[in-house]
């Protein structure tokens, strides 16, 4: 399944083969998605924004059909500030130096990271349904982080969650699409059929390191920002789903990361770019500035 507005590409940065897809026209919006998905979440969106936008949807490191090595014992190389370096890297070589990035989830936090540490390049940030790694780990502790198990199940160390993973991976798909929902209906057959044939040997080994680089590495990473006082320089747009109860207290934590913060809340659960597109949709141009 293919969204007509993406035309695929494949582009190589240092030992990474990107599938990135890429359509519209205007300044370019670089979407990122979260686990357990790939680019395909941002069909209904891309296709919304592509009059206005050019909008350029990779697959993350490592998931789905972009091609990287495995991860090192602690996550090294799936670091976010590994993968936002690869990112802004990649959004050069195809001649964007300065752009807008919107993360959902795992994207998210790749997102918020590109714009700590490059903030030259990011015009505008939007981050949907987190709070930065280092708060999410300290909040995990209360009722809510019952459905948070892959921050830990995943970062333990291999091949312990990969075999669990590779031995029923449409168990885990089915979990996560119907507990994280508020519709499950909403992430359509044709979506679960790509997930799903998207979660292969290699691509659930990048997913691991993933979470083993968040559990090592970017949490002290977050960490060492939040003590040196450094800021999210790009206006920074917040985007929650309605049900996400957990997160009712997003704005106040990201003021503290970012200088101009603002939220919008959309119907829905965990998945809101699909759904609640339209409302995402909207959300994103009123953001950066194109009204339809």
């Known amino acids: 399944m293919v969204s007509p507005v993406f035309v695929q590409e494949r582009h ?3 030992e990474t083969s990107y599938l ?10 670089l979407l990122l998605h979260g686990f357990p998905e ?13 009059d206005s936008f050019t909008v350029v949807a990779p697959d993350l490191r490592g998931y789905g059909a972009s ?20 990112l802004r890297e990649l959004m050069a070589s195809l001649g964007y130096d300065r752009f807008a990035v919107g993360g959902h989830d795992r994207g998210a936090r790749v997102a918020y990271r590109l714009a700590l540490d490059h903030g030259d390049c990011v015009t505008r940030l939007a981050v949907l349904n987190v709070v930065p790694t280092v708060v999410q780990f300290e909040r995990m502790g209360d ?19 990969e075999r669990l ?18 519709d499950p209906d909403a992430i359509s057959a044709d979506s679960r059929a790509a997930y799903r044939r998207a979660l292969t040997p290699e691509t659930i080994a ?35 789903g309605a049900d996400e109860t957990q997160l009712d207290d997003a704005l106040a934590v990201w003021q ?29 141009r009123t953001f950066l500035g194109s009204e339809p």
């Not at 090192?72 to 993968?83: A, N, V």
């Not at 031995?167 to 994280?180: E, G, I, K, Q, V």
């Not at 919008?264 to 759904?275: D, L, S």
Request: hydrophobic share 40%; glycine share 8%.
């Open 12 to 14: 190589r940065i240092a």
């Open 20 to 29: 990135v897809s890429r359509g519209g026209s205007g300044p370019p919006v």
């Open 38 to 50: 790939t680019h395909l979440c941002w069909d209904q969106i891309a296709a919304d924004l592509s």
């Open 67 to 86: 091609e990287a090595p495995a991860g090192g014992p602690h996550g090294e190389g799936y670091s976010k500030r590994e993968m936002a370096l690869e």
């Open 143 to 161: 009722g809510p982080s019952l459905g948070y198990w892959p921050w830990f199940l995943l970062a333990q160390p291999a091949p312990f969650p």
């Open 165 to 182: 993973f590779t031995a029923d991976p449409d168990a885990l798909l089915d979990h996560a699409f119907s507990t994280w929902c508020s």
């Open 206 to 240: 990048a997913i691991c390191a993933d979470y083993r680089a968040s559990f090592h590495l970017d949490r002290q990473h977050d960490a060492e920002d939040r003590a040196a006082g450094r800021n999210i320089a790009a206006p920074l747009l917040v985007v929650i």
């Open 256 to 284: 503290q990361w970012a200088q101009d913060v603002e939220l919008v809340q959309v119907p829905g659960g965990h998945f809101v770019p699909e759904e609640a597109p339209r409302h995402v949709a909207q959300a994103f």
